[in-house]
T-cell receptor, first 111, second 113 residues
């Protein structure tokens, strides 16, 4: 099993450009999450999907959209990137045990 | 509102010395508690978890943690630290009925020779 996979690993965008971060899990988990990690801020939840067909805002949703494409895939879209969105983005998934499994992350720089 | 506090931003420990990382939480419900470790450039890996039962839980890499309900704490310990333990450590809390975990801001562990 690959667990949680994320693409791309690295990305550089110019201000105003758009992009989609992809996340997939092969553990048949119901719930999936997107976090951003910034120095000194820990992990902050952007959006989550408790089950297929539902999405909810987390702590820092502004400037982002998500799509739960199917049970396996949960994508994060930046419609108009801003330098404040420079961060490392992590996707995670969980089953009923609440233990979250994390992907390797996407390092995004917006210039 | 739920919250998790890791009071120490950085901790430096000599190799071979013991380690304790602190975690305090504020939660309305009976909590589920986790410790994760993140090596540089990597994702988060689960060290251990507490759901119920014995309040002293054992994890991977020789780590353990003790749940103390009266102190709302879940401190992580290791008797003898190795240089490879240098990483950032995150405490997280969840509860039945909540779809999300609340993470602390992390403690960076540095290991000196």
């Amino acid at each position: 099993n690959a667990g949680v996979t994320q693409t791309p690993k690295f990305q550089v965008l110019k201000t105003g450009q758009s992009m989609t971060l992809q996340c997939a899990q092969d553990m048949n988990h119901n719930s999936m999450y997107w976090y951003r990690q910034d120095p000194g801020m820990g992990l902050r939840l952007i959006y989550y999907s408790a089950s297929e067909g539902t999405t909810d805002k987390g702590e820092v949703p502004n400037g982002y959209n998500v799509s739960r494409l199917n049970k396996r895939e949960f994508s994060l879209r930046l419609e108009s990137a801003a330098p404040s969105q420079t961060s490392v983005y992590f996707c995670a998934s969980t089953d009923r045990t609440y233990e979250q499994y994390f992907g390797p992350g996407t390092r995004l720089t917006v210039t | 509102a739920q919250s998790v506090t890791q009071p120490d931003i950085h901790i430096t420990v000599s190799e071979g010395a013991s380690l304790e990382l602190r975690c305090n939480y504020s939660y309305g419900a009976t909590p589920y508690l986790f410790w994760y470790v993140q090596s540089p450039g990597q994702g988060l890996q689960l060290l251990l978890k507490y759901f119920s039962g014995d309040t002293l839980v054992q994890g991977i890499k020789g780590f353990e943690a003790e749940f103390k309900r009266s102190q709302s704490s879940f401190n992580l310990r290791k008797p003898s630290v190795h240089w490879s333990d240098a990483a950032e450590y995150f405490c997280a809390v969840g509860a039945t009925g909540y779809s999300t975990l609340t993470f602390g801001k992390g403690t960076m562990l540095l290991v000196s020779p």
